[in-house]
């Protein structure tokens, strides 16, 4: 009984440092570069009782522009930003962002599949994650 408690702990150190290198790769900007990502939208998580909520500022674009995918404990939120269409500008100072991004946030494994919600308005994505309920079992005496 030992052996797997701390199997299953020595699984979730491996699958923290794993997500901690994860997000510094691609928190840094150079690493961003490589793979032809060029911005990251500001991202919020946190939870509540009964869910997961991830909020991640993407303004100027169309919800069609942004795909959501929950993969093996990872929500990830990929899109590109078009650049405003006109060769009339000559900027002399740019810093709204275009171009591909990329956030891959870890999830618990308590997240329900089948209750996801997307939901994107006012330059703002929120995602709903809900949580599996604990069941309790009752015990029969014999």
């Known amino acids: 009984m030992k052996e797997e408690s701390s199997k299953s702990a020595v699984e979730e150190l491996i699958a923290d440092v794993e997500a901690y290198i994860d997000e510094w790769f691609h928190a840094n900007p150079a690493f961003g570069l490589l793979r032809g990502v060029r911005w990251r939208p500001l991202t919020d998580a946190f939870e509540t009782e009964n869910e997961y909520r991830i909020t991640m500022s993407i303004p100027g674009m169309k919800s069609e ?57 006012d330059g703002l994505l929120q995602i709903r994650l809900p949580k599996t309920l604990p069941v309790e079992v009752s015990i029969e005496a014999r």
């Open 65 to 121: 522009e942004i795909s959501v995918h929950l993969e093996q404990g990872y929500v990830r939120v990929s899109g590109v930003r078009r650049e405003p269409c006109s060769n009339k500008r000559r900027y002399f100072k740019m810093e709204i962002p275009a171009g591909p991004f990329e956030r891959r946030i870890r999830v618990p494994d308590s997240v329900r599949a089948d209750g996801i919600a997307v939901g994107y308005a």
